[in-house]
Nanobody
Framework: QVQLVESGGGLVQAGDSLRLSCVGS????????MGWFRQAPGKEPEFVSR?????????????FYGDSVKGRFTITRDNRLNTVYLQMNELKPEDTAVYFCAADYRLNQRIATTQSEFDYWGRGTQVTVSS
């Protein structure tokens, strides 16, 4: 059974940091590029309005970020632990969202940024940033 389980969300103040983790199981994690998306509160329909945050190639050699998080967020992965991380620094109230990790079967170094390209999704973890 394929699973992606996110953790590390919480309530923080503006300027604080958080690190999200996502553990994959039930599939060959090393063959998948990984991505983080987020869903801001009140956005409907749910799946359509997820914003791309960051992506990393299967090897970890390539990364890509959404414009709103460049320079503040860092995506990394540890294939030995089947885990992808999202280090979030200088958090802002507009970063408040449910954060989802996703897996995209891809053995080249390209990083997908659209939801339809991803094969598996986690259930999300809530991040709330107060001003």
């Amino acid at each position: 059974q394929v699973q992606l389980v996110e953790s590390g969300g919480g309530l923080v103040q503006a300027g604080d940091s958080l690190r999200l983790s996502c553990v994959g199981s039930g599939f060959n994690f090393r063959s998948y590029a990984m991505g983080w998306f987020r869903q801001a509160p009140g956005k409907e329909p749910e799946f359509v309005s997820r914003e791309f945050v960051a992506g990393i190639s299967w090897s970890g050699g390539m990364t890509f970020y959404g414009d709103s998080v460049k320079g503040r967020f860092t995506i990394t992965r540890d294939n030995r632990l089947n885990t992808v991380y999202l280090q979030m620094n200088e958090l802002k109230p507009e970063d408040t969202a449910v954060y989802f990790c996703a897996a995209d079967y891809r053995l080249n170094q390209r990083i997908a940024t659209t939801q339809s390209e991803f094969d598996y999704w986690g259930r999300g973890t809530q991040v709330t940033v107060s001003s």
